[in-house]
């Protein structure tokens, strides 16, 4: 069940809405299309949504989020788009053995400026489709090619976005959202001047971590410790997924609560209930149900970049790792991340996204930048006075290189209201959102490093190269071979030998796109 459905929200692809075929016979689903194929066109437009709403204190997980907001130009370009086109009797929710009836590709050279298609060909009897979009993927016809609806549902996307060797970010992959009926009626009224219309939306598979603080620096009164001042100086994302998302996204129902593989799959469903409240539906990742609260699958750290354990207890490591991060419509964009979701027990360190902020903390009486050292509840200047005053006790001795200190914060998706208890998708990372932590105040000491070693005990990291070999994991998908009805997708297709040119004789068919906007969740208020 959780393999079998998908859904997607985000970025707005708009086929511009031009006359319908209404002298043509209806098309009813279920029944055969006009038999043959004619020169029909479709244009395809893209609009960028206006600017983004107010924001909330706390983060609401699900479709409204807190608020919304544009893009920048690197986030909303589409580069190529995929054309999906299938007659289902329930959308993308339809039979998973629906056939796909065309696959039509089209890149830049394909499109007028940004916003605009050229017409380009469709060779498809006259009928209404319903219509999948992807974008800036690259060329997927040769992985696509012969699967039914529910093999495109279930594809394995590794890609997001990419990033050059300077960290700059481009070609945001975009896939349909659900949130408008996506289908297109092709007919003899449909020539090059009066173009087919459609309305489909699409949305980011990544998601944004941003950051900022409300001051420069930060007066501490820590109760122990004494008074300070700190700064934020960085932060890193850590649990980043990088292994990869479904093409579409899916929403699962709790099974008592839980994600389980009996969860009632939803592609391209919403994730809060229609009369609004707290989020009742999971939205589920390729690995959701590996994710066990005990034993946790320490194998699964392979799926991740900066996995929490692989720094270590060393400060130059995490010191490495700290960045400032990218300007960004008044806050410091982090970083991007893929989805990263799993059920309300095992929301643990060991799954959940985390970001781990830096703060330069200078205790009253020493200087900026200044190394101390702490032994349980005092600082002390210099490590002979730290050594000596844990001598016998068993106590660590804490060093602050230049001053330097760590806080974590796990990052929320959605806030159900209790302290008690985790809700379902609290801590999580779905697509296209964007999560905003503001820094309001800093209360006292952080670690020397992020999950330092408990007093009197060694650590024992998972390496994230080995985590555990002798733990096998054979239900989780390849991230080398997401597709293994197409282990080689550069062999060519004995049904479609040449993939850049595989209906030489379509006639033509013209396409328009529109970006929808980040919707953002704020975790406003932080205190560290």
């Known amino acids: ?148 609806l529910g093999g495109v549902r279930d594809y394995l996307l590794q890609q997001a976005w990419t990033e050059d060797e300077e960290g700059r970010c481009s070609r945001f992959v975009m896939t349909s959202d659900g949130h408008t009926p996506d289908r297109v009626s092709i007919c003899n009224l449909n020539t090059t001047d009066n173009p087919a219309s459609a309305t489909v939306e699409v949305e980011r598979l990544a998601a944004r971590i941003d950051y900022r603080t409300r001051h420069e620096t930060y007066t501490v009164d820590d109760a122990t410790y004494g008074h300070a001042a700190a700064s934020i100086t960085g932060a890193v994302v850590l649990n980043k997924m990088k292994a990869g998302s479904f093409l579409l996204k899916r929403t699962a129902a709790p099974d008592n609560g839980r994600l389980t593989a009996a969860s009632a799959l939803t592609y391209l469903g919403d994730e809060r209930p229609a009369e609004g409240g707290v989020q009742r539906n999971y939205v589920a990742d390729p690995w959701s149900l590996q994710k066990k609260a005990a034993p946790v699958n320490a194998a699964l750290a392979k799926l991740y970049d900066n996995y929490y354990t692989s720094f270590g207890p060393s400060q130059a490591a995490w010191e490495a790792a700290i960045r400032t991060g990218t300007a960004a419509d008044g806050w410091q964009r982090l970083d991007y991340t893929q989805e990263n979701t799993m059920s309300r027990e095992a929301q643990s360190d060991a799954y959940r996204t985390m970001v781990v902020f830096q703060a330069r903390y200078t205790p009253e009486g020493y200087e900026p930048g200044q190394t101390f050292y702490r032994v349980k509840g005092r600082i002390f200047p210099t490590r002979a006075e730290a050594e000596a005053a844990a001598q016998g006790t068993g106590a660590l001795v804490r060093e602050y290189h230049d001053g330097l200190c760590y806080y974590v914060w796990r990052v929320r998706h959605s806030n159900d209201g209790n302290d008690a208890t985790q809700g379902i998708m609290e801590y999580a990372i779905v697509r296209n959102n964007i999560y905003r932590l503001l820094v309001a105040s800093i209360d006292g000491l952080g670690d020397e490093v992020p999950f330092p070693e408990p007093d009197g005990k060694d650590p024992d990291p998972v390496d994230p190269d080995d985590p555990d070999p002798d733990e096998p994991d054979p239900d989780e998908p390849d991230p080398d071979n997401p597709d293994p009805d197409n282990p080689d997708p550069d062999e060519p297709d004995p049904d479609n030998p040449d993939p850049d040119n595989p209906d030489p004789e379509e006639p033509p068919i013209t396409i328009v796109v529109t970006v929808e906007e980040w919707t953002q969740l704020n975790e406003h208020d932080i205190y560290l």
């Open 1 to 148: 069940m959780i393999n079998d459905k998908i859904k997607t929200v985000g970025l707005l692809a708009l086929f511009a809405l031009l006359p319908a075929c209404a002298d043509d016979a209806p098309f009813d689903k279920g029944h055969e299309p006009e038999s043959g194929t004619h020169e029909y066109y479709l244009r395809l437009t893209l609009r960028h949504p206006e600017a983004g709403l107010p924001t909330r204190s706390t983060p609401t997980g699900g479709e409204p989020g807190d608020g919304h907001e544009p893009g920048q130009d690197h986030e909303t370009r589409i580069d190529d788009l995929t054309l999906l086109f299938y007659r289902g009797t329930d959308g993308v929710n339809s039979d998973a053995s629906t056939p796909i009836d065309k696959i039509i590709y089209l890149d830049r050279d394909a499109m007028e400026g940004d916003n605009r298609t050229e017409p380009v060909p469709v060779n498809l009897p006259a009928g209404e489709y319903d219509l999948l979009t992807v974008a800036n993927s690259g060329d997927l016809r040769p992985q696509l090619q012969g699967k039914t």
